[in-house]
């Protein structure tokens, strides 16, 4: 009897039925079978289909090669190759392997199989886990999760959903936390994930399996272009007055990596100078700024909300220093109430007149500052990118690009940003 990921379950050494109830046991094995494989069978004996396909070949343990075709059952140890602008979808009880372009992957069984080498995504979020061997080591996923699996040069495990498992041939373990990644060049596992969030392609596979990430990410990466694009005009209005509590920006850095994790921070609520300063450090660490909001707990409609609330406040001449703008944007009050001085603020440093406002004010009249945000929002996709549905293909893009691994590029398709 096998569990969803293929591994089997073994009888603790010592048990003995007990004479009484031995009749029982032939009745109690067969229900707990049919629980475990949702259909009686063990998983390892599930068929598996294909689906999406383009330019997809099958190469049968004889040597025999067919052409893919939707609908098309794979034997045991098949393996499915697409070429250049190929892409396959291989289903199982619920569960959606999505292979990319120029890529190979052997079905072991139902529940195990072998990436070797290109894309894949596996959504186990509706259906069973799968036991995925990538170049030596064993990748775990278990059902109700979903992780991406790259093989080039280097291995690149991320956790898009849920949390997943590498095991090397040395014995090392390693648990990937939902929206972290890991790299790996041989079998030299790091000890955690910890400085390591997960970097999104925002292509078919993971726009499939995890939606409302993707979307977003390319929400977020619009306004980034957006703000980027609007020159150092935007920069002053959000930054005025921030200097002395930003994280300074290393030259030729996007000014959007200063504005956004303000905007971000804003959004999450809570501690959100704490929020912050993560919000910065997962940007160092390479992370997607859709995985940032995620990590924060909010969205991109609830980062231009607050976009808009600053651009009210700034308008206005209630927002200062960091933690001015932060407590405005996050709608404690009026901080008017709120002193921060120029040049040498620091962070919780208030007034004994109540009534002081922001000092120095963002510069600029309220039209001006209208306008900046205004052209920044408006680059925005109208409307936002909605959710899909894993039940019908809900994007016309054919693959999920072969990317170097662990590259920093993060491709937006067109499609997507019109849905």
Request: charged fraction near 15%.
């Given at each position: ?25 032939p009745?109690?094995?067969l ?5 475990v ?53 291989l ?18 069984d ?14 186990a ?14 990748v775990?996923?278990?059902s ?30 390693l ?8 790299i790996?060049g041989?079998?030299a ?28 990410d ?22 005025a ?9 290393p ?39 859709g ?10 409609a ?15 001449g ?14 404690d ?6 002193r921060?001085?120029?040049g ?76």
């Amino acid at each position: 009897m096998e569990t969803d990921a293929g591994f089997p379950h073994h009888r603790h050494m010592g048990q003995i039925a007990h004479p009484g109830r031995a009749a029982l046991l032939p009745a109690l094995a067969l229900v707990i079978a049919t629980v475990v494989t949702g259909c009686g069978t063990p998983l390892s004996a599930a068929t598996t289909t294909l689906a999406g396909v383009i330019d997809v070949t099958v190469v049968h343990p004889d040597g025999a090669v067919v052409a893919g075709v939707n609908g098309l059952r794979l034997h045991r140890g098949d393996v499915v190759r697409t070429g250049t602008s190929g892409r396959a979808e291989l289903r199982t009880r619920g569960r959606i392997v999505y292979e990319g372009s120029d890529a190979a992957i052997r079905m072991i069984d139902g529940a195990s199989a072998e990436l070797r080498h290109g894309a894949v995504v596996v959504d186990a979020q509706h259906g069973p886990g799968l036991a995925l061997s990538v170049a030596g080591l064993r990748v775990g996923t278990s059902s109700g999760t979903a992780l991406r699996a790259e093989r080039s040069v280097t291995v690149r495990i991320a956790a898009l959903a849920g949390d997943a498992s590498v095991d090397s041939s040395t014995g090392r373990h390693l648990d990937v936390a939902s929206l972290s990644q890991v790299i790996v060049g041989g079998d030299a596992l790091p000890d955690s994930t910890a400085d390591s969030p997960l970097r999104l392609t925002d292509d078919d596979g993971e726009a499939h399996t995890v939606p409302a990430l993707v979307r977003d990410d390319l929400a977020l990466d619009t306004l980034a272009s957006g703000i980027d694009n609007t020159g150092s005009s935007t920069v002053r209005v959000v930054t005025a007055a921030w200097h002395s509590g930003l994280d300074p920006l290393p030259a030729g850095v996007a000014d959007s990596e200063q504005v956004l994790p303000v905007v971000i921070a804003a959004a999450s609520g809570g501690d959100t100078s704490a929020h912050y300063s993560t919000a910065v450090q997962l940007r160092r660490y390479g992370a997607s700024w859709g995985v940032v909001a995620h990590r924060l707990h909010t969205t991109s409609a609830a980062v231009l909300a607050a976009l808009q609330a600053f651009e009210t406040g700034a308008a206005t001449g209630q927002v200062g220093t960091v933690p001015a703008a932060l407590a405005f944007l996050s709608g404690d009050g009026s901080t008017g109430a709120t002193r921060h001085g120029g040049g040498g603020s620091k962070p919780g440093a208030t007034s004994s007149s109540p009534g002081a406002h922001p000092s120095p004010s963002p510069s600029g009249s309220p039209d001006a500052v209208g306008g900046t945000i205004d052209r920044v929002l408006k680059m925005l996709p109208t409307p936002l990118p909605t959710s899909t549905s894993t039940s019908t293909p809900p994007l016309p893009v054919p693959s999920l690009p072969s990317l170097p691994v662990g590259s920093l590029v993060t491709p937006a398709p067109a499609p997507l940003l019109t849905h």
